[in-house]
């Protein structure tokens, strides 16, 4: 009787190592890396009008993003060209790359920089970077509000004249996804002179996004650029409002 009973003891101490080993870490007994993957779309929108006048709008940007515990990466680029009867109306380009590290759940500093070119407002190039601090004030699984503050340098030509100054920067970002298939985002920021506050720029966007597929998307936003100082014989003023077709992977 000895045999069988060794025989049962050995095999349920077998299975016992068994389930231990099957209920841990999975079969190799290392914990898979979680990955935090780079999510992007590419935009583009295209408005023709034949007649009595001949219009022409057509924008495409990038966007791409990457969150972990710890580090968020921003990044983006695009451009708009449009003309009238032959004549050009539109023709910016910008882009713009921010990484922010967080210190907590809400609390995070960053390091931002933004370019761009608008050849109808005179402007050859505005360059703008520098560090902040921001705060989520909401931070939800469907909806974050973010509150940033922080300075900078800019170099710009505008008018065809030189110029360089240090910078405030104050910006606010939102974002509200109701569901799978529908978002909303809004965003701002004011960029002064340091000693002269009344040169400054405020960029504003709202947009609204709807999901057509899994990975096509149609989204109608307004995009406007303020500038209180523009080049000579130039608006202050600078707004689009842009339907595109967006593809996400």
């Avoid at 890396?33 to 780079?38: A, D, F, G």
């Avoid at 451009?79 to 609390?107: C, I, M, P």
Wanted: net charge neutral; aromatic share 14%.
């Amino acid at each position: 009787m000895k045999k069988p009973v060794a025989t049962i003891l050995a095999a349920a101490g077998i299975m016992v190592a068994f389930a231990e080993t099957s209920t841990n870490t999975g079969s190799t007994g290392v914990v898979p890396e979680k990955k935090y993957p780079w999510e992007s779309s590419v935009s583009a929108g295209l408005t023709l009008t034949r007649g009595n006048s001949q219009t022409m709008l057509f924008t495409v940007d990038y966007l791409t993003a990457k969150k972990t515990p710890d580090n968020e990466y921003l990044f983006g680029i695009g451009g708009a060209y449009g003309n009238q009867n032959s004549k050009d109306t539109v023709n910016n380009y910008k882009a713009f790359a921010q990484w922010n590290h967080l210190f907590s759940e809400r609390l995070y500093g960053y390091l931002r920089a933004d370019a761009l070119r608008d050849r109808i407002a005179d402007l050859d190039y505005r360059l703008n970077f520098g560090p902040g601090v921001g705060y989520y004030l909401i931070k939800d699984t469907n909806t974050f509000l973010a509150a940033e503050a922080g300075a900078g340098f800019e170099f710009q030509r505008l008018g065809g004249k030189d110029d360089s100054f240090a910078t405030v920067r104050l910006a606010e970002r939102f974002e509200h996804k109701f569901n799978d298939h529908a978002r909303l985002w809004q965003n701002v920021e004011f960029l002064p002179q340091v000693d002269k506050f009344d040169n400054c720029v405020v960029n504003f966007e709202i947009g609204i996004e709807a999901a057509l597929t899994k990975s096509f998307a149609l989204k109608t936003y307004l995009d406007d650029t303020y500038a209180n100082r523009p080049a000579a014989g130039r608006q202050k003023n600078d707004a689009k409002i842009v339907a595109a077709v967006s593809y996400k992977f």
